[in-house]
């Protein structure tokens, strides 16, 4: 058996289920995103673990990473999912996960994508409006087919977390506030084609002060509560996902906080509970391997060009996201501060700023952690760069996740206009 995750052997070399990284490069070249499913299988138990007193069901979050054989995995080990678009869905879909066990969240579902998944009976729409729910409910009576509806509250909590993935306070785009539940909560039992299954929340990701969670919680189940007192049917909390990783050391998320939070509210409740973890679920499951382009010195300043770019990661540069980055190979050397930089023409194109490593030299391997989530599936093709290969480890194995254009496929899918 072998330590899950991506872990130096004796030689202090680095290898996943008993592959080396080196190896690996050398199959597929870089930059090379790596994905454990050893690793993948320990949390989704862990997450189970955590929500088992409260009798929760995952709805993994497909938005962290929507290769669909990494949702196939997750499905495999009972995961649903939780969507933000019909693309989502499909990829679901693909993935063998059957739409009674897909949650259409997001504010901006588009009539098309409501019919489709209304047509196609997905368990419930997480709804952030009352104007969504017109809309949902005229594609369903012209369909004469019924919606599961979920209302999203928002608790006007900060959570403490970016301000880009910050979505509880009232100033975001998000939910429903308050005030307004109660009147479309009631709107949703006089509508035939409707039928009412309860309320959700989410305030944000990467969320480490778990009061906050309890806050919202509480809330979500005193507004529940008082709509149960008055003779409403609320059988389902959807307490969303946001559990923050840590980026900067290898150790696992605070499951046991979670646990005591939603044990303290939920323990022996008559709710039926879901869950929508992403990136806890996936984010250190993966890693992205680059080479060193060069090295260059501007005065005293030093630059590691690498053949990685915000096209393949853009978290450094979109939240000022922190990923530890460190050689496949150590070799003794001497302790620089360097700004690791990829080739696109944009200040803004770094990985890591001001970063103290070890000298490397062109060519030399290194691995930038913690790429699961939310990695690959933000990637663009900006500066006509291809994407990054992607591959999956199970079982001893590497497997190859998709087929990746090249920049002439890339090419060749443009209509040339004949300028005459
Ligand atoms: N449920 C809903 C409704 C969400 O909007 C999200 C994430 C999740 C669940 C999953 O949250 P998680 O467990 O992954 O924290 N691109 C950003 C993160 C955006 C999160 C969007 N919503 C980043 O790279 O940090």
């Not at 996960?97 to 009674?100: H, L």
């Not at 913690?370 to 939310?374: I, N, P, V």
């Given at each position: 058996m072998f330590p899950s995750g991506f872990y130096r052997d004796e030689n202090d070399e680095l290898n996943v289920q008993g592959i080396k990284i080196d190896a690996l490069t050398a199959k597929y070249g870089t930059p090379l995103f790596i994905y454990d499913t050893g690793l993948m299988k320990e949390r989704y138990e862990l997450f189970l673990n955590t929500v088992k007193s409260v009798k929760g069901n995952i709805h993994y979050a497909v938005k962290a990473n929507d290769s669909v054989n990494i949702i196939k995995f997750f499905g495999k080990l009972g995961a649903g999912a939780d969507i933000v678009s019909i693309g989502e869905f499909h990829k679901c879909v693909a993935a063998g996960?059957?739409?009674?066990k897909i949650i259409f969240s997001g504010v901006g579902k588009d009539k098309n994508e409501i019919e489709t998944a209304i047509r196609n009976n997905i368990l419930q729409f997480n709804i952030e409006s009352e104007e969504e729910l017109d809309d949902i409910y005229e594609i369903a009576s012209k369909l004469k087919l019924t919606a599961n509806i979920c209302l999203r509250i928002n608790p006007d909590i900060a959570p403490n977390t970016h301000k880009k993935i910050s979505t509880g306070e009232k100033e975001t785009k998000f939910g429903i506030d308050n005030e307004n539940i109660l009147s479309i909560y009631q709107k949703l039992h006089k509508l035939k084609y409707i039928n009412p299954v309860g309320l959700g929340v989410h305030i944000g990701s990467q969320i480490f002060d778990f009061n906050f969670f309890h806050k919202a919680y509480l809330n979500l189940k005193t507004v529940a509560d008082n709509l149960k007192s008055i003779g409403f049917k609320v059988p389902t909390l959807d307490l969303g996902g946001g559990i923050g990783i840590y980026y900067d050391q290898n150790k696992n998320p605070d499951f046991d906080t979670y646990k005591k939070v939603i044990s303290d509210l939920f323990?022996?409740?008559?709710y039926k509970l879901s869950f929508e973890p992403g990136r806890s679920l996936i984010a250190e499951a993966g890693i992205l391997v680059t080479k060193v382009i060069r090295n260059k010195k501007n005065k005293d300043k030093n630059f590691i060009v690498i053949d990685v770019a915000m096209n393949n990661l853009i978290r450094p540069t979109l939240y000022d996201a922190y990923h530890k980055i460190e050689p496949v190979k150590k070799i003794p050397g001497k302790e620089i501060i360097a700004d690791i930089v990829g080739p696109i023409c944009e200040t803004g194109d770094f990985i890591a700023l001001n970063r103290k490593i070890t000298e490397v030299s062109n060519n030399d391997k290194l691995i930038i952690r913690?790429?699961?989530?939310?990695g690959s599936v933000m990637k663009s093709n900006y500066n006509a760069r291809v994407d990054a290969l992607e591959i999956l480890i199970y079982n001893g194995k590497s497997y190859k996740l998709k087929k990746t254009d090249t920049i002439l496929d890339i090419i060749s899918k443009e209509k040339i206009i004949d300028f005459v």
């Open positions: 996960i059957t739409p009674d323990l022996d409740s008559e913690t790429t699961g989530a939310y």
